[in-house]
């Protein structure tokens, strides 16, 4: 089950899909806590481009939760770093889980047959590559670019190189879904 939280930028109430927990180091730094397992005081936060951009205009809104003076410098390249690497993980457990198509044709074809939920996009993949797929795809699966070419995208699912990856909607890509969602918030 979902526990409701608030966020502390705009104070409204969340999901634990929605938000993610932000605790203080004791050198008074923010980290992001993606897991929500970290010890100590958390906040909560909307992973949305308006509650971070407000939250770093008002750092002060962390010291109450965290009982703490905190510094929000660099926050937005942390959290997009944290979602950057669980995306990561997220990425290798749908592997190992069958949860990932590669290979143009095969994706091609799982789009049209409705079986891709999400496109995980390298970085250096070509805009027809792309619009092709996107012809093949219905309108509501994302297709998210992460920081990785065709090489590394590829190697991190223990294949040649990729220019997109389907993700399917078994419940083993959850967690990559989950973070890819996050990444098109911010973007
Ligand atoms: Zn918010």
Redesign the pocket.
């Given at each position: 089950m979902a526990r409701e939280r608030t966020?502390?930028?705009?104070?409204?109430k969340?999901d634990d899909d929605s938000?993610i927990r932000l605790v203080a180091s004791p050198s008074g730094d923010v980290v992001v806590d993606l897991r929500g397992r970290l010890p100590g005081r958390g906040a909560w936060?909307?992973v949305?481009n308006?509650?971070l951009s407000?939250l770093t205009k008002r750092p002060d809104s962390l010291r109450r939760p965290l009982r703490a003076p905190v510094s929000s410098d660099g926050l937005r390249e942390q959290v997009m770093d944290a979602i950057g690497r669980a995306a990561m993980d997220g990425l290798s457990l749908a592997s190992a889980a069958g949860a990932l198509v590669g290979g143009h044709d095969a994706l091609e074809r799982e789009l049209t047959c409705h079986r891709i939920a999400a496109v995980v996009v390298a970085e250096d993949a070509s805009d027809r590559t792309i619009a092709s797929l996107k012809e093949a795809a219905d309108p509501d699966v994302s297709f998210v670019v992460l920081p990785l070419d065709r090489d590394a995208l590829g190697h991190n699912v223990g294949r040649g190189p990729r220019a997109a990856l389907g993700v399917t909607s078994s419940r083993s890509a959850s967690h990559l879904r989950q973070q890819l969602r996050r990444l098109r918030q911010l973007r």
């Open positions: 966020c502390v930028a705009c104070r409204q969340g938000l936060l909307h949305t308006d509650c407000r």
